[in-house]
């Protein structure tokens, strides 16, 4: 079986908050976001959010095995026919793929954006999720247990992950 140099990934693109052109004035329309993975997709333009946008826009894409980071871009239709660049987020791959995420994993995350000075310019909210098997080569640095531990709590057996012990405390 021949190893892949890729995986695909879903990403959904949610809506943005707070956008504005140059940190003084709000955006008032046609808002889209570039995302960026090895190859480039682009969403609809939101004609009517203003400095809110909603895309809830499904993206497919294909993310190279060596990704550590995917770059998200939004833009606006400037007044004189270009593009102006409203603020960009760089989104660590581990944040949604490998270590304990099981497959097909669903990621809701939110980013601040930064413009070009570096300022902060709004935030993107998206979703996240890796298609398919994982990396296993990512996984085996983080073995996971095998064996299944049982907790007796109030009678009952539990299969779940124990997260802390009461413990009994006097005053």
């Known amino acids: 079986m021949e190893k892949s140099s890729s995986r695909m990934i879903e990403i959904t693109v ?11 004035q709000l955006v008032k329309k046609n808002a889209f976001v570039i995302v960026q993975t090895g190859s480039s ?3 609809k333009m939101d004609k009517d959010g203003g400095s809110y946008p909603i ?10 095995m060596h990704a550590r980071f995917i770059n998200v871009e939004v833009q606006c239709k400037a007044f004189s026919g ?27 995350l939110s980013y601040r954006l930064r413009d070009r000075n570096e300022e902060r310019n709004g935030i993107i909210n998206l979703s996240v999720k890796v298609i398919g098997p994982e990396n296993k080569s990512r996984v085996t640095s983080f073995p996971r247990p095998r064996t299944r531990t ?3 709590v109030d009678n009952k057996v539990s299969g779940g992950l124990v997260v802390g012990i009461p413990v009994p405390y006097s005053y």
Do not use: H, Q
């Open 55 to 64: 895309w809830n826009e499904r993206l497919v894409m294909e993310l190279p």
């Open 150 to 152: 049982e907790v007796l």
């Open 41 to 43: 997709r682009t969403t």
């Open 14 to 24: 949610i809506s943005c908050e707070d956008l504005r052109v140059n940190r003084r």
């Open 82 to 108: 270009g593009n102006k660049l409203v603020g960009t987020a760089r989104i660590p791959v581990s944040d949604f793929s490998g270590g304990y995420l099981p497959e097909n994993y669903l990621s809701f």
